[in-house]
């Protein structure tokens, strides 16, 4: 199993960057494919990005593509997603999702292990 905090959420203004970071327990988090996802207030939770556990094939939503990069250090057990450019609309709670065999990355049912989210807020 593996446990997820998220880190590193607040207020920007638009146009700002932040970068999140996941930090994961347990000795296989280099084995865990890891995924970003965000609930906004009164919406789904919807995806973000992933990325496989070795670290290639990046998938993004197309809301995010272009502005938003993830990245993992499995030295340091942890996942980041450093977003640029960030706008009002991406404002939301996001959470970080691990799972060891994931057939669609985009998919929230495919993750069973959930961080308890971290806060972006992005004013106008």
């Known amino acids: 199993q593996v446990q997820l905090v998220e880190s590193g959420g607040g207020l920007v203004q638009t146009g700002g960057s932040l970068r999140l970071s996941c930090a994961a327990s347990?000795?296989?988090?280099?084995?865990?494919?890891m995924a970003w996802f965000r609930q906004a207030p009164g919406k789904e939770r919807e995806f973000v990005a992933a990325?496989?556990?070795?670290?290639?094939?990046?998938y993004y939503a197309d809301s995010v593509t272009g502005r938003f990069t993830i990245s993992r250090d499995n030295a340091k057990n942890t996942v980041y997603l450093q977003m640029n450019s960030l706008k009002p609309e991406d404002t939301a709670v996001y959470y970080c999702a691990a799972e060891y065999i994931t057939k669609n990355y985009y998919s929230i049912q495919e993750y069973a292990y959930w961080g308890p989210g971290t806060q972006v807020t992005v004013s106008s």
């Open positions: 347990g000795r296989t988090f280099s084995s865990y494919n």
């Open positions: 990325i496989s556990w070795r670290g290639s094939l990046p």
